[in-house]
Every structure is written in C-alpha cells, then in structure tokens.
C-alpha cells in the first residue's frame, strides 16, 4: 500500500531592495536558488515565483510575477 505524503504549495519571493553591492547580500538568481532547494529539501511543490526589484520604502513601487 503506498502512504501518501502530504506537500505544501508555496510561492518563492524574492527581492532586490538595492543596487549598492555591498548591502544586498544575494542577488535575486541565488535567492531563488536557494528557496528552491529549500523546498525540494522540505517536500514543498512551488506554485510560483514572486520577483520584487525595488525598496519597500519606493511608492508605487511594482512587483513582478512570472
């Protein structure tokens, strides 16, 4: 018989909030990287990818969803 295992459904958000280098830690490319591999390690299915490149402080700032 074969035990069914239960999967979460996430997204993956990632954000960019500056340009200066040496205050963002990882780029957007390895923050992805790295949720992804989180969720393969934890038995999570990923629903999407949630790409924001501008600071929270911006008004009107946009977030991106591809």
Do not use: H, W
């Not at 038995?43 to 949630?50: S, T």
């Amino acid at each position: 018989m074969k035990e069914l295992i239960k999967r979460t459904t996430c997204f993956i958000y990632v954000r960019k909030s500056t340009d200066v280098e040496d205050k963002q830690v990882l780029s957007v490319e390895a923050q992805i990287v790295e949720l992804r591999k989180y969720a393969a390690d934890n038995n999570m299915k990923i629903a999407g990818v949630i790409i924001e490149k501008q600071s929270a402080k911006t008004p009107g700032r946009k977030s991106s969803m591809p």
